[in-house]
């Protein structure tokens, strides 16, 4: 398997690599974001299904700007909703919920990535683990608005295995349906969670505060954080985490595709920085559709960006040229049948190092290879993906160094054959 990391837009004239929104590609719901060992771990829900849910995946990030996709062998039907933390005696703990009892599930592991191993099943939804920097408490927070005390001894063989007490919410709560997370800053707690629901135009994201995790939360103002906004794209947020990065806040949340939104199943992976007031209160969220989190220099650059695209077939909406434009919520999309094709011109000949593919969903079988050519004519093989059919997270980043103008995705065929060919970007990278 190889998989590398996703190099976004690199905008401005600061050299940075800078993040967009959504920010990875594809549709991942529920965004959990944690940084852990050195690392940004984005615990997502795998969407884009109307019967089922995708299979399980991580994301995992240096800087929150260049993410990999990792597999999770745990299931691969109704893993929802997971938050993932590292215990005080070295293990990692990750919750998850099910869609068919509507329970939440502790696993345990030894490593971030798994495997992993059941431990304790947990009678409330939409748990999201929370560690109080004030007390060092692993604590847990659900949709049944219960603050869950787990065993947070280190030397009980009971750590993290079962709940010694719970506390209910205390506070009126404007709106509340899912997706709970607390998190400190200074010397408040925050609560934030999703209102309305996810299949009307009312889907939105609140906040309350609190002196303490299970005192009494306030509301300092009725009005949501984020809610639909069209003008700015923005079509049912919800269901969010918060993260500190060097003094800055940011929120983590979904919205839905704009194509098919209000929509419980189809919603991307966002962030949004969060700006706060003299008194506490959360003053703006900045939903910019690019920022920098950590001011890192990017490592290659995309030679595919903006470049001329041009294809075998196409499906509208999707144009060819969706697939260099940088976005993560728009995508080239081939008409049914097999044998598609797409073709990046780069205009001129250049050194290429990578090509990664995002394929618009990660856990479908594709047969296809990659091709260059010089004079668009004559093509050499670059990676060969037709004699197994693999996952598109499997193959998604292909190494060779080539000089090459133009860069051509066959697609034999896809998982299916109702399923079409579908690409988010294609990414065309040669180092700096």
């Known amino acids: 398997m190889r998989v590398i990391s996703i190099l976004f837009i690199l905008w401005g004239i600061t050299g940075l690599a800078r993040a967009q929104n959504p920010i990875v590609p594809g549709y991942f719901a529920d965004p959990s974001i944690r940084y852990i060992d050195g690392k940004f771990y984005m615990s997502v829900t795998t969407d884009g299904y109307e019967d089922r849910n995708g299979e399980p995946f991580v994301w995992v990030s240096d800087d929150m700007v260049n993410w990999d996709i990792k597999y999770l062998n745990i299931n691969d039907r109704f893993f929802w909703a997971p938050s993932m933390i590292k215990g005080k005696n070295g293990k990692y703990y990750m919750v998850h919920q099910n869609g068919v009892d509507y329970l939440a599930y502790l696993m345990e592991s030894d490593h971030p990535l798994g495997p992993w191993k059941e431990t304790l099943q947990i009678k409330d939804f939409d748990v999201e683990l929370f560690e109080d920097p004030q007390t060092g408490q692993i604590l847990g927070i659900g949709s049944w608005k219960n603050i869950l005390y787990f065993d947070n001894d280190p030397a009980s063989a009971d750590y993290m295995r079962r709940i010694v007490k719970r506390e209910p919410l205390e506070g009126s709560f404007t709106d509340f349906t899912e997706g709970p997370c607390i998190f400190r800053k200074d010397s408040r707690y925050y609560l934030v969670w999703a209102g309305g629901q996810c299949w009307l135009d009312t889907y939105n994201i609140r906040y309350a505060i609190a002196a303490s995790p299970a005192k009494t939360y306030v509301e300092p103002t009725k009005k ?13 947020p919800g269901h969010s985490s918060v993260i500190e990065v060097n003094k800055r806040w940011f929120l983590f949340y979904h919205r839905q595709d704009v194509l098919r939104s209000p929509t419980c199943n189809y919603r991307f992976a966002c962030a949004a920085e969060l700006f706060f007031d003299a008194d506490g209160n959360i003053s703006k969220v900045d939903t910019l559709d690019n920022f920098n989190f950590l001011e890192k220099k990017p490592q290659y650059r995309n030679l595919a960006l903006n470049k001329r695209a041009f294809t075998n077939s196409e499906a509208t909406p999707h144009r060819a040229s969706y697939a260099t ?15 598609k094709w797409i073709t990046v011109d780069l205009g001129k000949t250049e050194k290429i190092d990578k090509v990664q593919v995002d394929f618009e969903y990660f856990d479908k079988y594709y ?7 010089e004079d668009g004519v004559t093509w050499q093989t670059y990676a060969d993906y037709t004699s197994r059919a693999l996952k598109a997270y499997e193959t998604r980043v292909s190494e060779k160094e080539v000089h090459t103008r133009y860069v051509r995705i066959k697609v034999l065929r896809a998982e299916v054959k109702t399923a079409p060919a579908s690409v988010w970007e294609i990414k065309i990278l040669s180092k700096i």
């Not at 949501?224 to 049912?236: D, I, K, N, V, Y």
């Open 224 to 236: 949501p954080l984020l809610s639909t906004t069209p003008e700015r794209g923005l079509f049912g």
């Open 367 to 373: 047969l296809y290879k990659i091709e260059h050519s």
């Open 325 to 339: 434009d940088g976005r993560n919520d728009t995508r080239w999309q081939a008409e049914l049948g097999e044998d």
